[in-house]
Protein backbone atom coordinates (compact mmCIF):
# COMPACT_ATOMS: atom_id res chain seq x y z
CA UNK A 1 0.00 0.00 0.00
CA UNK A 2 1.58 3.25 -1.05
CA UNK A 3 0.72 6.80 0.83
CA UNK A 4 1.02 9.64 -1.41
CA UNK A 5 0.21 13.05 -0.16
CA UNK A 6 1.74 16.36 -0.43
CA UNK A 7 3.25 17.75 2.54
CA UNK A 8 3.42 21.51 1.85
CA UNK A 9 -0.27 21.13 0.72
CA UNK A 10 -0.92 19.37 4.06
CA UNK A 11 1.12 21.89 6.23
CA UNK A 12 -0.58 24.95 4.34
CA UNK A 13 -4.28 23.64 5.19
CA UNK A 14 -3.27 23.05 9.19
CA UNK A 15 -1.88 26.61 9.13
CA UNK A 16 -5.06 28.01 7.60
CA UNK A 17 -7.27 26.09 9.53
CA UNK A 18 -5.95 27.14 12.67
CA UNK A 19 -6.41 30.73 11.76
CA UNK A 20 -9.49 30.41 10.37
CA UNK A 21 -8.99 31.18 7.22
CA UNK A 22 -11.26 28.82 5.15
CA UNK A 23 -14.22 29.89 7.66
CA UNK A 24 -13.04 33.45 6.34
CA UNK A 25 -13.68 32.57 2.60
CA UNK A 26 -16.40 31.18 3.36
CA UNK A 27 -17.98 34.14 5.00
CA UNK A 28 -16.35 36.61 2.29
CA UNK A 29 -17.16 34.31 -0.75
CA UNK A 30 -21.44 34.09 0.54
CA UNK A 31 -21.55 37.14 1.64
CA UNK A 32 -22.93 38.98 -1.66
CA UNK A 33 -24.67 35.66 -2.27
CA UNK A 34 -27.17 35.18 0.01
CA UNK A 35 -29.68 36.53 2.37
CA UNK A 36 -27.64 36.46 5.76
CA UNK A 37 -30.32 37.33 7.66
CA UNK A 38 -32.14 34.11 7.04
CA UNK A 39 -29.59 31.84 6.05
CA UNK A 40 -28.59 29.80 9.57
CA UNK A 41 -25.41 28.67 7.64
CA UNK A 42 -23.94 31.87 6.90
CA UNK A 43 -24.86 32.61 10.84
CA UNK A 44 -23.61 29.51 12.08
CA UNK A 45 -20.38 30.09 10.40
CA UNK A 46 -19.80 33.74 11.10
CA UNK A 47 -20.89 33.08 15.03
CA UNK A 48 -18.15 30.05 15.22
CA UNK A 49 -15.41 32.16 13.10
CA UNK A 50 -15.83 35.58 15.29
CA UNK A 51 -17.50 34.12 18.16
CA UNK A 52 -20.72 35.79 18.63
CA UNK A 53 -22.08 34.38 21.56
CA UNK A 54 -25.41 36.53 21.79
CA UNK A 55 -29.05 35.56 22.28
CA UNK A 56 -31.55 34.97 19.39
CA UNK A 57 -33.39 38.86 19.63
CA UNK A 58 -30.01 40.23 19.28
CA UNK A 59 -28.43 38.42 16.29
CA UNK A 60 -32.02 38.75 14.48
CA UNK A 61 -30.80 42.82 14.86
CA UNK A 62 -27.43 42.07 14.34
CA UNK A 63 -27.87 39.92 10.77
CA UNK A 64 -31.33 41.78 9.96
CA UNK A 65 -28.87 45.19 9.89
CA UNK A 66 -26.27 43.42 8.18
CA UNK A 67 -28.12 42.25 5.66
CA UNK A 68 -29.40 45.46 5.10
CA UNK A 69 -25.99 47.85 4.73
CA UNK A 70 -23.98 45.14 3.07
CA UNK A 71 -24.19 47.13 -0.56
CA UNK A 72 -23.42 50.11 1.09
CA UNK A 73 -20.62 51.69 2.61
CA UNK A 74 -21.74 51.80 6.22
CA UNK A 75 -18.89 53.35 9.23
CA UNK A 76 -17.81 51.87 11.53
CA UNK A 77 -19.49 54.73 14.32
CA UNK A 78 -22.99 53.91 12.37
CA UNK A 79 -22.63 50.53 13.01
CA UNK A 80 -22.08 51.20 16.50
CA UNK A 81 -24.68 53.69 16.93
CA UNK A 82 -27.18 51.58 15.17
CA UNK A 83 -26.68 48.13 17.31
CA UNK A 84 -26.25 50.56 20.69
CA UNK A 85 -30.08 52.11 20.04
CA UNK A 86 -31.51 48.53 18.74
CA UNK A 87 -30.06 46.31 21.52
CA UNK A 88 -28.24 49.05 24.38
CA UNK A 89 -24.97 47.31 23.98
CA UNK A 90 -22.04 49.00 23.13
CA UNK A 91 -20.76 46.41 21.01
CA UNK A 92 -16.84 47.95 19.02
CA UNK A 93 -15.94 44.43 18.67
CA UNK A 94 -19.46 42.95 16.51
CA UNK A 95 -19.50 46.67 14.54
CA UNK A 96 -15.87 46.24 13.33
CA UNK A 97 -16.48 42.27 12.35
CA UNK A 98 -19.35 43.64 10.27
CA UNK A 99 -17.71 46.37 8.32
CA UNK A 100 -14.85 44.38 8.03
CA UNK A 101 -16.88 42.08 6.17
CA UNK A 102 -18.73 44.30 4.16
CA UNK A 103 -15.19 46.11 3.37
CA UNK A 104 -12.31 43.88 4.09
CA UNK A 105 -9.22 46.40 4.19
CA UNK A 106 -11.29 47.64 7.68
CA UNK A 107 -9.54 46.31 10.89
CA UNK A 108 -11.42 44.15 13.76
CA UNK A 109 -11.49 45.54 16.74
CA UNK A 110 -10.50 42.66 18.31
CA UNK A 111 -9.11 41.52 22.44
CA UNK A 112 -5.96 40.86 21.29
CA UNK A 113 -5.58 43.70 18.66
CA UNK A 114 -6.55 46.07 21.77
CA UNK A 115 -4.75 44.20 24.16
CA UNK A 116 -1.31 44.52 22.21
CA UNK A 117 -1.85 48.16 20.85
CA UNK A 118 -2.51 48.68 24.33
CA UNK A 119 -6.00 50.64 24.05
CA UNK A 120 -8.83 50.87 26.54
CA UNK A 121 -11.96 51.11 26.24
CA UNK A 122 -13.12 53.77 28.80
CA UNK A 123 -15.86 56.21 29.52
CA UNK A 124 -18.23 57.01 32.84
CA UNK A 125 -21.04 57.69 30.64
CA UNK A 126 -22.79 54.99 27.60
CA UNK A 127 -22.23 58.44 25.90
CA UNK A 128 -18.44 58.73 26.23
CA UNK A 129 -18.24 55.19 25.86
CA UNK A 130 -19.46 55.25 22.64
CA UNK A 131 -17.24 58.14 21.73
CA UNK A 132 -14.39 56.84 22.94
CA UNK A 133 -15.09 53.58 21.07
CA UNK A 134 -15.35 55.29 18.00
CA UNK A 135 -11.63 57.20 18.87
CA UNK A 136 -10.50 54.11 19.47
CA UNK A 137 -11.77 52.33 16.05
CA UNK A 138 -9.96 55.23 14.19
CA UNK A 139 -6.86 54.53 16.36
CA UNK A 140 -6.40 51.33 15.32
CA UNK A 141 -7.00 52.23 11.58
CA UNK A 142 -4.17 54.68 12.24
CA UNK A 143 -2.38 52.02 13.10
CA UNK A 144 -2.32 49.63 10.47
CA UNK A 145 -2.13 52.46 8.29
CA UNK A 146 1.10 53.16 9.37
CA UNK A 147 2.15 49.83 9.99
CA UNK A 148 1.31 48.84 6.70
CA UNK A 149 4.34 50.99 5.21
CA UNK A 150 6.69 49.45 7.51
CA UNK A 151 9.06 46.77 6.31
CA UNK A 152 8.56 44.55 8.81
CA UNK A 153 4.51 44.23 7.47
CA UNK A 154 5.84 43.64 3.99
CA UNK A 155 7.43 40.74 5.49
CA UNK A 156 4.56 39.57 7.49
CA UNK A 157 2.32 39.73 4.29
CA UNK A 158 5.30 38.16 1.82
CA UNK A 159 5.46 35.01 4.61
CA UNK A 160 1.91 34.81 4.71
CA UNK A 161 1.77 34.56 0.94
CA UNK A 162 4.77 32.55 0.51
CA UNK A 163 2.72 29.96 3.44
CA UNK A 164 -0.81 30.41 2.47
CA UNK A 165 -0.46 30.86 -1.25
CA UNK A 166 -4.00 29.41 -1.41
CA UNK A 167 -5.04 32.51 0.35
CA UNK A 168 -3.31 35.59 -1.29
CA UNK A 169 -6.23 37.10 -2.11
CA UNK A 170 -7.92 38.35 1.24
CA UNK A 171 -6.29 41.88 1.97
CA UNK A 172 -3.14 42.97 3.59
CA UNK A 173 -4.99 43.88 6.90
CA UNK A 174 -7.02 40.74 7.24
CA UNK A 175 -3.12 38.72 6.81
CA UNK A 176 -2.13 41.60 9.57
CA UNK A 177 -4.60 40.63 11.44
CA UNK A 178 -4.50 36.95 11.35
CA UNK A 179 -1.20 36.89 12.46
CA UNK A 180 -1.42 39.40 15.67
CA UNK A 181 -4.57 37.05 16.88
CA UNK A 182 -2.39 33.91 16.88
CA UNK A 183 0.43 35.75 18.46
CA UNK A 184 -2.26 36.69 21.18
Not at 59 to 66: G, I
Not at 110 to 115: G, K, M, P, S, T
Not at 118 to 137: D, H, M, S, W
Not at 147 to 172: G, H, W
Request: proline share 3%; charged share 30%; net charge neutral.
Amino acid sequence: MELKFDANEVLQERLASSMGLNKYQFIIGQLNKTDISTNENFQRVFNGFYIVRRNETWRKVYYEYFEHVKNEKPTFASILMYLYEKTGNIEPSFASKMLATIIPEKPIWDHYVIQNLNLKLVGATKRERLENAIAIYSDIEKWYEDFLQTDEAKECIEVFDRMLPKYKNISSIKKIDSIIWSIR
